[in-house]
């Protein structure tokens, strides 16, 4: 096919247009763009047509599917049967009061789901992806939802492809597509290639696929095709999306709420027995089975608890923290142990370059001090406290120039505003260039580019190839010989043999003195290369480079981290610092933000190699350290399976595409919303919206908090039932007539306790939280505690419930006068019974009402609705209750808040103490 840009008849901008056929001109031509990318008002009058750059999606269930939803349930079928049953016998009052129940059921669940899918789908807009596009021939980064076909964007590894694309250039480009083809090894790319129409989608190698990774490398693009029109696109608009496995923590209590269903069944059936063989009718004793499971088996648990993690999740989103796995809520709980990034977790991440050191051929010659802050061109390089000479300025300069040109950032100064995009350290070169008088959108301008070796964690250094200019950019002036001359910047140690005539141990000595009062330090060298080597970007070619100096970068150190590290060390976990900075500007950056006692110990990434994983001897290197300088990013994921294996549960933090199998296999992977990458954020369990250390552990605090709320739901939910089980069974026991009907146990379990118990999930955190030791990883939820709490207070309600209806029966109280007392006396319990589920630990006369007064709404509410039932003509009579005097409620609500005083003394019962301090 020609390639001079015409496009072939018939060739349109469309998801039928074979790009890859096309040459990177005719993709142009056949989208109507160029190569500084669209203007914005072509680009707005695109998006309009096109709509957003999103992949298709399941259409969230309405209002009416989540309320048919609530009658998929082996309990609401009984009740359904029930209901028939009634009819067929003529109880018309009970059939009907039990449809309304099912209907008050559906509609508390149904909004109970419809606010977890709200609260979900509001977390899900705030993870936006970013990408960098040109537009009107500047560089900005925009959401990826508001690309359109046209679009020229850049990518850099760690990200993810944005849209289909037609590449138009590359540097060391490779790409995981196992999404898309299923094929693991990485592919190289190729920006001339022009595949035949019919190539299948591995052999398309000049084209960028949605949703697929950049493993290394850089890459300018144009978009062609977006959202549905995307080959994942197609793929998404022929399936349906599968419904999301349950939490961790669910599934548990769904199998628990099976359990409990069969010993319940159990229970039941030998109920039944003895009641047919005391001469109760069928009926009746089908019924009140079906009341008492109703009772018994927790079936409103789980949609409680995912309701209650949805809370915990948008609390942890106003403090910056996204939860992209509901499982992460729980397991913050335990986490013991914090392994962070230093770059702008513990740091600003806004460097400045503070320290320049020129060299000459014997070492160390100049050293000068960079004034001014920030990102602003704002101060001036003195040596010594005085104006450097012009000799001295102009090796600034040069030192300067050589790190401009090899540069990937860009910035722009526009009045008092600072625009700059890319790396931080790039831009702080550029921003010292500016403080010299250079201007870096010129000095690239009279450069031209011929290759480059882009920054990769693992390489550890960058280089550009170029020509022209003037003598001073290097040793080889514009086109002299043909030459070129290439720019490096890097770690010290890795561009040493790369320099010819220095002293490498006082330069090394140098850079470790630097290091040793917090500095980064970069080296930065030039030389000579031939154009050939120039246009390969051969790094073989990289020999007799002249070293220019080094360069102590300094980046803020975030204010409210010391105090978030000590907060910490007090909850019992332990925070220890990776970084890829020399060993000394590790010490001294984590001995002044209090990570270890004192003087940290260090280990670096070669004390580490020296030592294999799963050893003894690299297990103690591990364990023993607070900082580790200098780590392989490979060594990052081995230090954490070493953590765990030692028996911590381990928090990550990461940003690079290098980070995501550390960030997957830790218990807790937290990502970078500001710079981390696609590929970091997809592994992650969470995502810090501020890139912030002091974030973290505000969200360990959330995670604290809704464990305490979930426990508290169980304990409400799950004693409640117990105690009318307890009832029934002593009532059975001694002969005495049912102390509820199957309508009361209904009213009681389905509408009152169901009021209540979601408004627990509203609890803040108890006092001292972060005081408490992390959980042991394999805490169960019915640990001692719980199952001592439940027993006691579950067994108290039926035992003091049945008492009361005895000692009515005996004073010669009418059986339905009787029943009508105890079914106020169990509201009032449940009533109390939520108060006393406030907390575990503290008396619940001590937590103040304002740190929840939706419970105390939902309770008033929930007793409201018992007394309105006691006037209301009909319902009083299908409940088969009556008014009460004042008195009568008031000697009641003594009786049921004596349960407040029971548990109240088990709380500070001998042995609790310690149940006290562990959780």
């Given at each position: 096919?020609?390639?001079?840009?015409?496009?072939?008849?018939?060739?349109?901008?469309?998801?039928?247009?074979?790009?890859?056929?096309?040459?990177?001109?005719?993709?142009?031509?056949?989208?109507?763009?160029?190569?500084?990318?669209?203007?914005?008002?072509?680009?707005?009058?695109?998006?309009?047509?096109?709509?957003?750059?999103?992949?298709?999606?399941?259409?969230?269930?309405?209002?009416?599917?989540?309320?048919?939803?609530?009658?998929?349930?082996?309990?609401?079928?009984?009740?359904?049967?029930?209901?028939?049953?009634?009819?067929?016998?003529?109880?018309?009052?009970?059939?009907?009061?039990?449809?309304?129940v099912l209907q008050l059921n559906a509609v508390i669940g149904g909004?109970?789901?419809?606010?977890?899918?709200?609260?979900?789908?509001?977390?899900?807009?705030?993870?936006?992806?970013?990408?960098?596009?040109?537009?009107?021939?500047?560089?900005?980064?925009?959401?990826?939802?508001?690309?359109?076909?046209?679009?020229?964007?850049?990518?850099?590894?760690?990200?993810?492809?944005?849209?289909?694309?037609?590449?138009?250039?590359?540097?060391?480009?490779?790409?995981?597509?196992?999404?898309?083809?299923?094929?693991?090894?990485?592919?190289?790319?190729?920006?001339?290639?022009?595949?035949?129409?019919?190539?299948?989608?591995?052999?398309?190698?000049?084209?960028?696929?949605?949703?697929?990774?950049?493993?290394?490398?850089?890459?300018?693009?144009?978009?062609?095709?977006?959202?549905?029109?995307?080959?994942?696109?197609?793929?998404?608009?022929?399936?349906?999306?599968?419904?999301?496995?349950?939490?961790?923590?669910?599934?548990?209590?769904?199998?628990?709420?099976?359990?409990?269903?069969?010993?319940?069944?159990?229970?039941?059936?030998?109920?039944?027995?003895?009641?047919?063989?005391?001469?109760?009718?069928?009926?009746?004793?089908?019924?009140?089975?079906?009341?008492?499971?109703?009772?018994?088996?927790?079936?409103?648990?789980?949609?409680?608890?995912?309701?209650?993690?949805?809370?915990?999740?948008?609390?942890?989103?106003?403090?910056?923290?996204i939860v992209r796995a509901l499982p992460a809520v729980e397991g913050?709980?335990?986490?013991?142990?914090?392994?962070?990034?230093?770059?702008?977790?513990?740091?600003?991440?806004?460097?400045?370059?503070?320290?320049?050191?020129?060299?000459?051929?014997?070492?160390?010659?100049?050293?000068?001090?960079?004034?001014?802050?920030?990102?602003?061109?704002?101060?001036?390089?003195?040596?010594?406290?005085?104006?450097?000479?012009?000799?001295?300025?102009?090796?600034?300069?040069?030192?300067?120039?050589?790190?401009?040109?090899?540069?990937?950032?860009?910035?722009?100064?526009?009045?008092?505003?600072?625009?700059?995009?890319g790396d931080t350290v790039d831009v702080a070169f550029l921003v010292?260039?500016?403080?010299?008088?250079?201007?870096?959108?010129?000095?690239?301008?009279?450069?031209?580019?011929?290759?480059?070796?882009?920054?990769?964690?693992?390489?550890?250094?960058?280089?550009?190839?170029?020509?022209?200019?003037?003598?001073?950019?290097?040793?080889?002036?514009?086109?002299?010989?043909?030459?070129?001359?290439?720019?490096?910047?890097?770690?010290?140690?890795?561009?040493?043999?790369?320099?010819?005539?220095?002293?490498?141990?006082?330069?090394?000595?140098?850079?470790?003195?630097?290091?040793?009062?917090?500095?980064?330090?970069?080296?930065?060298?030039?030389?000579?290369?031939?154009?050939?080597?120039?246009?390969?970007?051969?790094?073989?070619?990289?020999?007799?480079?002249?070293?220019?100096?080094?360069?102590?970068?300094?980046?803020?150190?975030?204010?409210?981290?010391?105090?978030?590290?000590?907060?910490?060390?007090?909850?019992?976990?332990?925070?220890?610092?990776?970084?890829?900075?020399?060993?000394?500007?590790?010490?001294?950056?984590?001995?002044?933000?209090?990570?270890?006692?004192?003087?940290?110990?260090?280990?670096?990434?070669?004390?580490?190699?020296?030592?294999?994983?799963?050893?003894?001897?690299?297990?103690?290197?591990?364990?023993?350290?607070?900082?580790?300088?200098?780590?392989?990013?490979?060594?990052?994921?081995?230090?954490?399976?070493?953590?765990?294996?030692?028996?911590?549960?381990?928090?990550?933090?990461?940003?690079?595409?290098?980070?995501?199998?550390?960030?997957?296999?830790?218990?807790?992977?937290?990502?970078?919303?500001?710079?981390?990458?696609?590929?970091?954020?997809?592994?992650?369990?969470?995502?810090?919206?501020?890139?912030?250390?002091?974030?973290?552990?505000?969200?360990?605090?959330?995670?604290?908090?809704?464990?305490?709320?979930?426990?508290?739901?169980?304990?409400?939910?799950?004693?409640?039932?117990?105690?009318?089980?307890?009832?029934?069974?002593?009532?059975?026991?001694?002969?005495?007539?049912?102390?509820?009907?199957?309508?009361?146990?209904?009213?009681?379990?389905?509408?009152?306790?169901?009021?209540?118990?979601?408004?627990?999930?509203?609890?803040?955190?108890?006092?001292?939280?972060?005081?408490?030791?992390?959980?042991?990883?394999?805490?169960?939820?019915?640990?001692?505690?719980?199952?001592?709490?439940?027993?006691?207070?579950?067994?108290?309600?039926?035992?003091?419930?049945?008492?009361?209806?005895?000692?009515?029966?005996?004073?010669?109280?009418?059986?339905?006068?009787?029943?009508?007392?105890?079914?106020?006396?169990?509201?009032?319990?449940?009533?109390?019974?939520?108060?006393?589920?406030?907390?575990?630990?503290?008396?619940?006369?001590?937590?103040?009402?304002?740190?929840?007064?939706?419970?105390?709404?939902?309770?008033?509410?929930?007793?409201?609705?018992?007394?309105?039932?006691?006037?209301?003509?009909?319902?009083?009579?299908?409940?088969?209750?009556?008014?009460?005097?004042?008195?009568?409620?008031?000697?009641?609500?003594?009786?049921?808040?004596?349960?407040?005083?029971?548990?109240?003394?088990?709380?500070?019962?001998?042995?609790?103490?310690?149940?006290?301090?562990?959780?």
């Amino acid at each position: 096919m020609p390639g001079d840009g015409k496009v072939p008849a018939g060739v349109r901008s469309s998801a039928a247009t074979a790009w890859h056929s096309l040459t990177a001109a005719q993709a142009l031509a056949a989208q109507e763009s160029r190569a500084e990318g669209l203007n914005e008002a072509e680009a707005g009058r695109r998006l309009a047509e096109c709509g957003p750059n999103r992949l298709p999606r399941g259409r969230a269930p309405g209002g009416l599917a989540l309320y048919v939803r609530q009658f998929k349930s082996p309990l609401v079928y009984l009740l359904l049967a029930a209901s028939v049953v009634s009819v067929f016998v003529g109880e018309w009052s009970d059939a009907l009061f039990i449809f309304v129940v099912l209907q008050l059921n559906a509609v508390i669940g149904g909004y109970q789901e419809w606010r977890a899918e709200t609260s979900a789908a509001a977390l899900d807009r705030m993870m936006r992806d970013r990408v960098v596009v040109l537009r009107d021939g500047l560089a900005r980064q925009i959401d990826t939802a508001d690309l359109v076909p046209g679009d020229i964007v850049r990518l850099e590894s760690g990200g993810r492809v944005p849209a289909d694309l037609r590449l138009l250039e590359l540097h060391e480009l490779s790409v995981d597509e196992s999404l898309l083809t299923g094929e693991s090894l990485p592919l190289e790319k190729d920006v001339d290639l022009v595949a035949p129409a019919t190539a299948p989608l591995p052999e398309r190698l000049n084209l960028l696929f949605a949703g697929t990774t950049v493993l290394t490398g850089r890459a300018r693009a144009l978009v062609v095709a977006s959202g549905a029109e995307t080959q994942i696109g197609r793929i998404a608009s022929a399936l349906a999306l599968p419904d999301q496995a349950p939490p961790p923590l669910i599934a548990r209590l769904e199998r628990m709420g099976r359990m409990i269903g069969i010993a319940t069944v159990v229970a039941i059936a030998v109920l039944a027995t003895v009641q047919l063989l005391q001469g109760l009718d069928l009926l009746t004793v089908f019924l009140v089975a079906v009341a008492l499971a109703v009772a018994a088996i927790p079936e409103g648990l789980p949609v409680a608890i995912t309701v209650a993690l949805s809370i915990a999740t948008g609390r942890m989103a106003r403090r910056n923290v996204i939860v992209r796995a509901l499982p992460a809520v729980e397991g913050l709980g335990a986490c013991s142990l914090i392994a962070s990034d230093k770059t702008g977790t513990l740091t600003c991440n806004e460097l400045t370059a503070k320290h320049v050191l020129l060299f000459d051929d014997a070492g160390p010659a100049v050293a000068g001090t960079v004034g001014g802050q920030g990102y602003r061109p704002i101060g001036t390089v003195a040596v010594d406290g005085r104006a450097p000479s012009n000799q001295e300025l102009a090796g600034f300069a040069e030192l300067a120039r050589s790190a401009a040109l090899c540069n990937e950032a860009e910035i722009a100064f526009v009045d008092d505003e600072v625009r700059h995009l890319g790396d931080t350290v790039d831009v702080a070169f550029l921003v010292l260039a500016a403080k010299l008088g250079l201007d870096p959108a010129a000095l690239r301008g009279s450069y031209r580019l011929h290759g480059m070796i882009p920054y990769e964690p693992q390489r550890r250094y960058a280089a550009s190839f170029v020509s022209g200019g003037d003598a001073a950019a290097g040793p080889v002036s514009a086109g002299a010989a043909g030459g070129a001359t290439v720019h490096v910047k890097g770690a010290l140690e890795v561009l040493l043999p790369m320099c010819d005539g220095i002293d490498a141990e006082r330069a090394l000595a140098a850079g470790d003195a630097l290091a040793a009062e917090g500095y980064r330090v970069l080296a930065v060298a030039h030389g000579s290369v031939s154009r050939d080597a120039a246009e390969r970007a051969d790094a073989g070619s990289l020999r007799y480079l002249r070293l220019l100096g080094l360069v102590g970068l300094m980046d803020p150190l975030r204010p409210e981290v010391p105090d978030a590290i000590q907060r910490c060390r007090e909850a019992g976990i332990s925070v220890v610092m990776i970084t890829g900075d020399h060993p000394e500007t590790a010490r001294a950056i984590a001995r002044e933000l209090g990570v270890g006692d004192g003087d940290p110990v260090v280990v670096t990434g070669a004390e580490l190699q020296a030592a294999a994983p799963a050893t003894e001897g690299f297990a103690a290197r591990v364990n023993s350290a607070q900082v580790f300088a200098r780590v392989e990013p490979v060594q990052k994921l081995e230090i954490v399976q070493a953590l765990q294996r030692a028996g911590h549960v381990v928090a990550v933090t990461g940003d690079g595409v290098n980070d995501a199998p550390a960030l997957a296999a830790a218990d807790i992977g937290v990502a970078m919303g500001k710079g981390g990458t696609d590929v970091a954020r997809g592994a992650a369990d969470l995502i810090l919206t501020d890139d912030n250390f002091a974030s973290i552990v505000g969200g360990i605090e959330e995670g604290r908090i809704a464990y305490d709320n979930v426990r508290k739901l169980i304990y409400l939910l799950i004693s409640t039932g117990l105690g009318e089980i307890v009832l029934f069974l002593l009532a059975i026991l001694a002969g005495l007539p049912f102390p509820l009907f199957a309508v009361q146990l209904l009213w009681l379990n389905l509408v009152t306790n169901g009021i209540q118990h979601v408004a627990l999930a509203l609890e803040k955190g108890e006092p001292g939280i972060l005081q408490r030791r992390p959980r042991p990883r394999d805490e169960a939820l019915f640990d001692r505690r719980m199952i001592g709490q439940v027993a006691m207070a579950g067994g108290y309600m039926g035992f003091c419930g049945f008492a009361f209806y005895y000692w009515c029966l005996e004073r010669g109280v009418p059986e339905p006068e009787a029943r009508n007392l105890l079914l106020l006396l169990m509201v009032l319990f449940e009533n109390v019974h939520a108060v006393n589920a406030r907390s575990e630990r503290r008396s619940a006369l001590g937590v103040p009402v304002m740190a929840n007064p939706f419970l105390f709404v939902a309770i008033a509410a929930a007793q409201g609705l018992h007394i309105a039932a006691l006037y209301t003509p009909g319902l009083s009579h299908v409940l088969a209750v009556e008014p009460v005097s004042l008195l009568e409620w008031l000697l009641v609500l003594a009786l049921a808040l004596s349960l407040l005083a029971v548990m109240e003394m088990w709380k500070v019962l001998p042995g609790r103490k310690s149940q006290r301090i562990s959780h």
